[in-house]
């Protein structure tokens, strides 16, 4: 099979967006379904009976970093890549079963979510070093999975093929699972990944509706009846008095 994925963005903006990234993963990123509920997770009759887990290390990245404001201080890519073009083939396969496009937006590889994610794992920073492992680990334990139950790696399966694998790790009850507690985490960061990289790119921000700092004619009209109902149930589960105390004072 031939190469899935053709890069969409220069090194100089995948490290733009960096900065970015990390506020959307450290708020949380968008809300996931499967993030948070624990349903009945799909089982495949074609599970091997023992987990596995690739154990792959990795030599730490070093090298110089770009500072404070990668806009201005990044004119080349300061460190090496990680991902190889199978993997990010790989990444931009598992990004669009994520991420797919519908009529608000572009798939997750159409916004180069796949150069985000490895312009971050590829990063010399704590938290991208520990990302780094574990994405390639979980990549690797994909394509060991394929090769156990259909005896090709991921890439090359059929659609249903996919669903079929990430299905048993695409829920956090998954943790709980002797042969699928690693790959289900793997999986669990990789769609926080996937969101922080999608949120973060001009797409994303147009369809989460953002529109920045921008100057209010006449007086403030205060925050909408949709975002007071949220803070009045906020403060209610945290045993706050009523907002519209605060509001009247």
């Known amino acids: 099979m ?5 890069a969409k963005m220069s090194r100089r903006d995948s490290i733009k967006r960096l900065g970015s990234m990390t506020a959307v993963i450290m708020v949380g990123g968008v809300s996931v379904a499967c993030d948070t509920a624990k349903p009945e997770a799909p089982r495949s009759a074609s599970i091997p ?8 290390e990795l030599e730490p990245i070093t090298g110089p970093t770009y500072g404070t404001d990668p806009i201005v201080s990044a004119p080349t890519a300061p460190w090496p890549l990680t991902l190889s073009e199978e993997q990010k083939d790989q990444v931009a396969l598992l990004s669009d079963l994520i991420c797919p496009a519908d009529q608000r937006g572009l798939s997750a590889s159409a916004v180069g979510v796949p150069d985000v994610i490895d312009e971050w794992v590829s990063a010399p920073y704590a938290s991208q070093r520990r990302d780094r492992e574990q994405i390639v680990n979980g990549l690797q334990w994909l394509n060991d999975e394929a090769r156990l139950r259909f005896g090709s790696h991921f890439i090359g399966l059929t659609e249903e093929r996919h669903a079929a694998i990430v299905d048993d790790i695409a829920y956090r009850s998954q943790y709980e699972v002797a042969q699928f507690a690693l790959p289900a985490r793997f999986f669990s960061r990789f769609r926080r990944l996937v969101f922080g990289a999608y949120f973060s790119s001009p797409e994303g921000i147009e369809d989460i509706g953002y529109i920045g700092n921008f100057p209010i004619i006449g007086d403030y009209p205060g925050p909408t009846s949709e975002a007071m109902e949220h803070i009045r149930q906020v403060a209610s589960a945290q045993g706050l008095p009523p907002i519209t105390e605060y509001v009247n004072q």
């Open 2 to 6: 031939g190469k899935i994925y053709q």
């Open 49 to 56: 009976s023992t987990g596995h887990w690739p154990g792959i």
